[in-house]
């Protein structure tokens, strides 16, 4: 069975402005995200802790996208939790490579890297809400078979 699992990220009215809701896309959102990535790897300099770090952050910061879109193609619902995770795992590898790159100086101004950085970490709370939201649904779809199941066995 190959369900597809809608991903998508709204951000919600707020105090400030509650009259705007705007639909992000996050397929588009993580795209935008690895193309970033792509930018900055090229920037750093050609030595060999750049080099490294280059090839490190390439890998951990395009696959993201990836793996959302394996999690939307996903066969059931822990199989979409896991694409999610491994999505997850490689943008909080990604956020401590950038905070690496800014902490040793690789790219000059470090403030240059933050704006990437505040991504990462927003697109890590998105994959966290999401695997919460789904393990939470999980679970009530398990809750409500057994008390299918409970109330079969008491009628029969």
Wanted: glycine share 4%.
């Amino acid at each position: 069975m190959n369900i597809e699992h809608p991903t998508s990220n709204v951000q919600r009215p707020t105090k400030e402005n509650r009259t705007v809701i705007q639909a992000y896309d996050l397929e588009q959102r993580l795209l935008e995200f690895a193309s970033r990535i792509i930018h900055l790897v090229e920037s750093l300099p050609k030595n060999r802790a750049g080099n490294h770090i280059a090839g490190q952050l390439l890998r951990s910061g395009t696959s993201a996208l990836p793996n959302h879109g394996e999690a939307q193609a996903a066969e059931s619902v822990d199989d979409f939790i896991h694409k999610l995770k491994l999505g997850l795992k490689e943008l909080r590898e990604s956020f401590r490579w950038l905070r690496l790159i800014q902490y040793s100086g690789l790219i000059k101004p470090a403030t240059r890297v933050q704006p990437l950085s505040n991504e990462t970490d927003e697109l890590i709370r998105i994959f966290v809400a999401s695997v919460k939201t789904a393990e939470k649904r999980k679970l009530a779809v398990g809750a409500r078979r057994l008390t299918v199941e409970k109330s079969v066995r008491v009628q029969s």
